[in-house]
């Protein structure tokens, strides 16, 4: 069974930046696609990056050029390094995985499994 648990989450101001993890465990399949989304009170959950099994990337439009969606070697931990943080980046960020094989962002209905998420706060 795939779990996956998201940390690095914290407050910072308004040009910071933060480094998001997720780790995975239970992790069986060879093709797939990882995912972080987040969401804003009162907004509907968005996707901001993806990542599949082939190492293409995939970004929103308003954090291109700002986050990047990595993994480690081992493929067991799923990372989200985001700079110049605004305070639209505010919400709670999650990390998902489906076992479809992504060649975009994709919609969240996707995704099979999701950790619980973890908060970002941007001040101004």
């Known amino acids: 069974q795939v779990q996956l648990v998201e940390s690095g989450g914290g407050s910072v101001q308004a040009g910071g930046s933060l480094r998001l993890s997720c780790a995975a465990s239970?992790?069986?399949?060879?093709?797939?696609?990882m995912g972080w989304f987040r969401q804003a009170p009162g907004k509907e959950r968005e996707g901001v990056a993806a990542?599949?099994?082939?190492?293409?990337?995939y970004y929103g439009d308003s954090v291109k050029g700002r986050f990047t969606i990595s993994q480690d070697n081992a493929k067991t931990t799923l990372y989200l390094q985001m700079y110049n943080l605004k305070p639209e980046d505010t919400g709670m960020y999650y990390c998902?995985?489906?076992?479809?094989?992504?060649?975009?962002?994709?919609?969240?209905?996707?995704?099979?499994?999701w950790g619980p998420g973890t908060h970002v706060t941007v001040s101004s």
């Open positions: 990542v599949n099994s082939g190492g293409s990337t």
């Open positions: 239970g992790y069986t399949y060879s093709s797939y696609c």
């Open positions: 998902a995985t489906s076992s479809w094989w992504c060649r975009a962002l994709m919609a969240t209905t996707f995704y099979d499994v």
